[in-house]
């Protein structure tokens, strides 16, 4: 286990520094939108919250991690703040693969594809998408999350923004539940997937939904995908530990604990696994951790936009 | 010798940890929990209740094992919100090391 002192300090220190966990330039991090259609004004703002977006970093930072987790190397992470940011970001940046961006861009693009399905009018604007700061929420960095939070929700309000479709439950949960609570800004949040209106008869296959904490018990809403892949004539697979009672993938831990994140993963992988169905994941973080299993798994987005 | 100390959560209280002294340690949130070894969160919610300030800190590592899932405030017979309870410890934690 790593000292949680030394990660908190270091992810605090860069989103203070750079408005996200990893320090890496916005320009370089947010780039799916570049080739894709979208109004740049409106109404409803597309929110990203970057989670997608931070999926391949946090692959190749938790790669690190495991190495040297429990190592006398492991003490030497503090110094690592003592870096600049722009030079660590970038480099972080620059080792992580083009492929695995790629993946994490096409998620995004999907869901764009599936909202304009949808009918649904919505905006994006890069410069508004911010992260939620959720992470410093959950390590315990009250101060620093109330801070960053305070920061994405004036701007968001300056911009006139009121309206905001999500795409994953941690920024999901920190605008519709920690922001009116510690912001003082209340926000009408819907997550894409709420917004699906179309019906089609191409699914025909079977899967088993990996229910978030964060959508199955804490927003209560695990009815809503299974609504959706049924109108798309997908038929889900349930496991006894589903929806309330959904088991953690370990994801969380893994900036702190490696090892003990993947102990949890592979209890769960093997749970899901004994449906014998591909495995679908709602959230970025999960679908990161499950793909490192090995198992078949993709996300909901991807799913869906093939059976339109 | 071990005295209790009560006074220690009212201290977590402006941390949001309000709920400790409901729990009456049936070790349901324990079972359910996904660090099945660990006592935990039971035992970081008794050292609450008798005020072990100081046992706490020095085992505050063990906090951010904590997978933030819910499925301990989920299960609580007592509406306890153990999960609640550890995420306000974190942030005890935190803000005793920014003012050491």
């Known amino acids: 286990m790593y000292n949680p002192k030394i990660i908190i300090d270091l992810i605090a220190d860069n989103v203070r520094k750079t408005r996200n966990p990893f320090g890496i330039p916005k320009s370089m991090l947010n780039r799916w939108w570049r080739d894709t259609p979208v109004r740049p004004e409106g109404d409803t703002l597309l929110f990203t919250g970057l989670m997608y977006q931070f999926t391949p970093y946090i692959e190749k930072t938790t790669h690190y991690l495991e190495r040297y987790e429990?190592?006398?190397?492991?003490?030497?992470?503090?110094?690592?703040?003592?870096?600049?940011?722009?030079?660590?970001?970038?480099?972080?940046?620059?080792?992580?693969?083009?492929?695995?961006?790629?993946?994490?861009?096409?998620?995004?693009?999907?869901?764009?594809?599936?909202?304009?399905?949808?009918n649904v009018e919505f905006f994006y604007k890069p410069e508004l998408d911010d992260y939620s700061g959720i992470l410093l929420y959950d390590l315990g960095d009250q101060e620093g999350f109330v801070r960053h939070a305070k920061f994405v929700a004036a701007k968001l309000k300056r911009a006139g923004v009121r309206k905001l479709i999500t795409v994953d439950p941690h920024t999901t949960y920190a605008l519709k539940v920690l922001?009116?609570?510690?912001?003082?800004?209340?926000?009408?949040?819907?997550?894409?997937?709420e917004l699906v209106s179309f019906k089609s008869e191409n699914g025909g296959s079977r899967v088993t939904l990996h229910d978030p904490c964060f959508y199955g018990r804490y927003l209560e809403m695990s009815d809503v995908p299974r609504k959706v892949?049924?109108?798309?004539?997908?038929?889900?697979?349930?496991?006894?530990?589903?929806?309330?009672?959904?088991?953690?993938?370990?994801?969380?831990?893994?900036?702190?604990?490696?090892?003990?994140?993947?102990?949890?993963?592979?209890?769960?992988?093997?749970?899901?696994?004994?449906?014998?169905?591909?495995?679908?994941?709602?959230?970025?973080?999960?679908?990161?951790?499950?793909?490192?299993?090995?198992?078949?798994?993709?996300?909901?987005?991807?799913?869906?936009?093939?059976?339109? | 010798m071990t005295l209790i100390n009560p006074e220690f959560a009212e201290e977590l209280e402006r941390f949001g940890v309000s709920t400790a002294l409901d729990c009456f340690n049936c070790g349901t949130c324990t079972a359910i929990c996904p660090l099945i070894y660990e006592h935990f969160p039971?035992?970081?919610?008794?050292?609450?209740?008798?005020?072990?300030?100081?046992?706490?800190?020095?085992?505050?590592?063990?906090?951010?094992?904590?997978?933030?899932?819910?499925?301990?405030?989920?299960?609580?017979?007592?509406?306890?919100?153990?999960?609640?309870?550890?995420?306000?410890?974190?942030?005890?934690?935190?803000?005793?090391?920014?003012?050491?």
């Not at chain 1, 589903?242 to 003990?260: D, F, R, Y």
């Open chain 1, 70 to 118: 429990d190592t006398k190397l492991a003490d030497y992470m503090g110094y690592s703040k003592y870096i600049p940011k722009f030079i660590a970001g970038t480099g972080l940046a620059l080792m992580t693969s083009g492929k695995e961006k790629k993946n994490a861009d096409s998620v995004l693009r999907n869901i764009v594809n599936i909202l304009a399905k949808s």
């Open chain 2, 42 to 100: 039971r035992k970081m919610i008794r050292y609450i209740q008798v005020g072990a300030r100081e046992l706490l800190l020095e085992n505050d590592n063990e906090l951010w094992r904590c997978l933030h899932c819910g499925l301990c405030t989920y299960t609580c017979p007592r509406e306890a919100d153990p999960g609640e309870l550890i995420l306000g410890l974190k942030r005890f934690v935190v803000a005793n090391w920014r003012r050491s």
């Open chain 1, 229 to 308: 892949l049924a109108n798309l004539g997908i038929e889900c697979v349930e496991v006894i530990n589903s929806e309330h009672a959904t088991n953690c993938c370990g994801g969380p831990a893994e900036s702190v604990s490696p090892k003990l994140s993947k102990e949890v993963l592979d209890r769960r992988v093997e749970e899901l696994q004994s449906t014998g169905e591909p495995i679908i994941a709602l959230c970025p973080i999960c679908l990161g951790n499950l793909k490192k299993s090995g198992a078949q798994v993709e996300d909901l987005s991807t799913l869906i936009a093939r059976s339109m």
């Open chain 1, 179 to 193: 922001f009116p609570k510690y912001t003082g800004e209340s926000f009408d949040v819907k997550t894409y997937f």
